[in-house]
Structure formats: structure tokens, C-alpha cells
């Protein structure tokens, strides 16, 4: 039987009339999903054309901001690339790990979760 679930709050249940069976509607699915965010790590051995190209690469930033957020890495230990959902964010640091691996830099980049 389809049901919509949109008028119902989370404990709405419903007794169906011609078999008696209880039927618990499905609870609504209106969070936001939680946030995380790549995070960049500093190192002593990537060079910073490497690190600008990954940012312009895997996270669409222009020169100018992959050449900032650079500088922040390298002049504070790490930066925030950019926020996604938990699966993105995992894929992206995935991503940009192999690939710096590929390349034989240490460049790394880890999730947390994100501020707010
Ligand atoms: N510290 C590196 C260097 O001096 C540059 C660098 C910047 C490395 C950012 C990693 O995420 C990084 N060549």
C-alpha cells in the first residue's frame, strides 16, 4: 500500500481498515544531512604548484583562491578545501590522496566535521 507521509508527524500510525494491521508511516526525511569538511595538511616536500593544481582540480578553485588556500596550509598546518556531504567529502580526500600518491607527494587530506 503507498502511503504519503508528508501531513504525518513521526509517531503518526495508521489502522487499516479492512485487515485491522497497525501500518507506521515512514518518518519524513527533512534534517539536513551533517556536513564535513576536506581538510588540506601541510608537509615539507609538496611543492606548491603541485598543491595549487589539486585545488584547481578537485575542488574548482580558481588560481587565485587555490594559491590562498595554499598559503594558509603552508603557513598555518592545514586549511578547509570544502564542505560536503560525509560520502562526498570521504571521495574527494579519497581522490586527491591516490592521486598525490600517484605522484609521489606525501600531500594529504583528511575530513572532519564541519562547523556548523
Ligand atoms: N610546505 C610545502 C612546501 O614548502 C607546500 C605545501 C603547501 C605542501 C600546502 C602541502 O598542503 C600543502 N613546498
Same mark, same amino acid.
Given at each position: %500500500?503507498?502511503?504519503?507521509?508528508? #501531513? ?9 481498515? /479492512?485487515?485491522?494491521? *497497525?501500518?507506521?508511516?515512514?518518518? &519524513?526525511?527533512?534534517?539536513? &544531512?551533517?556536513?564535513? #569538511?576536506?581538510? %588540506?595538511?601541510? /608537509?615539507?616536500?609538496? &611543492? %606548491?604548484?603541485? *598543491? ?8 574548482? =578553485? ?15 598546518? #592545514? ?6 556531504? =560525509? ?12 592521486? +598525490?600518491? /600517484?605522484?609521489?607527494?606525501?600531500? %594529504?587530506?583528511?575530513? +572532519?566535521? +564541519?562547523? /556548523?
Amino acid at each position: %500500500m503507498i502511503e504519503s507521509n508528508l #501531513s504525518l508527524s513521526n509517531e503518526d500510525t495508521h489502522h487499516d481498515h /479492512d485487515s485491522g494491521t *497497525v501500518v507506521q508511516e515512514s518518518k &519524513p526525511e527533512l534534517k539536513r &544531512p551533517a556536513m564535513y #569538511s576536506v581538510v %588540506m595538511l601541510n /608537509d615539507d616536500y609538496t &611543492p %606548491m604548484e603541485f *598543491v595549487v593544481e589539486v585545488l584547481q582540480t578537485f575542488f574548482s =578553485k580558481t588560481p587565485e583562491q587555490a594559491t590562498q588556500i595554499m598559503l594558509t596550509v603552508h603557513t598555518k598546518g #592545514s586549511a578547509v578545501c570544502a564542505t560536503y556531504t =560525509k560520502d562526498v567529502a570521504e571521495t574527494k580526500a579519497a581522490l586527491v590522496n591516490q592521486y +598525490a600518491r /600517484d605522484c609521489q607527494h606525501p600531500l %594529504m587530506c583528511e575530513i +572532519a566535521p +564541519a562547523q /556548523d
